[in-house]
């Protein structure tokens, strides 16, 4: 009948959403461990200018080496970070880490930092960010932060007076993903954005379809008509990249350029630069 077959359904399932709580819950309390003994580490992304080929910025992505199952990619924990709220201290510390590392590199770059919606629906975010430019040092105009559409969503009056507070510290803010949610072209109307990153899922296709050419055309117009610049992220052939600097776009993320790397490689990469141009 149904009704057994129901239960059996029932039986079924009950082993596997044990699993996948017990997975969770495992997760939960070795992201707490993490945080007490030091477990993170935080590697740089060079962001590259598209006409002039150099290195203008960067993005801190954190990393969580477990210590036994090896690195775990931010997609799998910043989502648990998130629902048990220990994302507001990973991510001050991700904040105040990565300031002070920039503070120390010989090139006045811009470091851009992940804010998650969480984050930045604490009224004390601003007051954290500026304490964190206070204690580091680092000039308030080298730092972006990065933030997704679903800060926007929830209550349009508090995100405006937020992101307006952290503008008013003189930081510059990043509309992250652009293209994967919601995706109002109203949000850069509304919101004092200094920057649309476009997704790598457009990017991904610029070369093999059409559509993704005329929205990345789109976009990158409607930013610089509201002095916005435009990153592309996941920039990986010389064909993509071509293509974005034909379509105006400002700077480039990608492995084609390089991947996130660690603090000390980043120094070298940002020495070896130097070297190249000095040459
Ligand atoms: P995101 O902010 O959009 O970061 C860009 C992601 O694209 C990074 O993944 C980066 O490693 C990856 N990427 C860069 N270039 C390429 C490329 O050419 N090809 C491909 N396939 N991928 C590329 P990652 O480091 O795994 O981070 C994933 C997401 O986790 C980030 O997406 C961000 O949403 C989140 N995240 C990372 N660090 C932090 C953090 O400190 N705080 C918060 N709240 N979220 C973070
Ligand atoms: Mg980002
Ligand atoms: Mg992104
Ligand atoms: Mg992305």
């Known amino acids: 009948s149904a009704k057994a077959g129901g239960r059996r359904t029932f039986r079924f399932f009950e082993p596997a959403m044990d699993a996948i709580a017990r997975a969770r819950r495992e997760l939960e309390f070795d992201l707490r461990t993490a945080i007490a003994d030091g477990g993170f580490e935080i590697h740089y992304q060079p962001i ?19 210590p036994t199952r090896g690195m775990i990619s931010p997609a799998e924990f910043i989502p648990v970070a998130e629902d048990t709220g220990l994302i507001n201290e990973i991510g ?42 206070g204690s580091t040092g680092l000039p308030a105009q080298r730092l972006e932060l990065e ?10 009056d508090a995100a405006l007076t937020t992101l307006n507070l952290l503008r008013a510290l003189g ?27 476009i997704d790598r899922a457009f990017v991904e296709n610029i070369d093999t379809t059409e559509g993704s050419t ?12 509201r002095s916005m610049t435009t990153t592309a992220e996941g920039v990986e052939t010389v064909r993509q990249r071509d293509i974005l600097r034909g379509l105006g776009c400002t ?10 790397v660690p603090a000390a490689k980043f ?13």
């Not at 990043?174 to 920057?195: A, E, I, M, V, W």
């Not at 700077?251 to 996130?260: H, K, N, R």
């Open 48 to 66: 590259v200018d598209l006409r002039s080929d150099e290195i203008t910025g960067c993005e801190a992505l954190l990393r969580w080496r477990h």
């Open 92 to 133: 001050g510390w991700t904040l105040a880490a990565a300031c002070a590392e920039a503070v120390q590199w010989e090139q006045n770059i811009t470091l851009a930092v992940n804010i998650s919606p969480v984050q930045f629906r604490q009224p004390t975010l601003a007051l954290l960010v500026a304490s964190v430019l």
């Open 147 to 156: 933030v997704t559409e679903a800060v926007l969503i929830h209550d349009d």
């Open 171 to 197: 930081v510059r803010i990043s509309l992250d993903d652009f293209g994967t949610g919601y995706s109002s072209l109203s949000y850069l109307q509304r919101f004092p954005f200094d920057k649309i990153k």
């Open 214 to 225: 005329a929205i990345i055309e789109a976009v990158v117009n409607i930013a610089a008509s």
């Open 251 to 260: 700077q480039m993320q990608g492995w084609l350029f390089s991947p996130a």
């Open 267 to 279: 120094r070298m990469l940002l020495a070896e630069r130097r070297a190249t141009r000095a040459a």
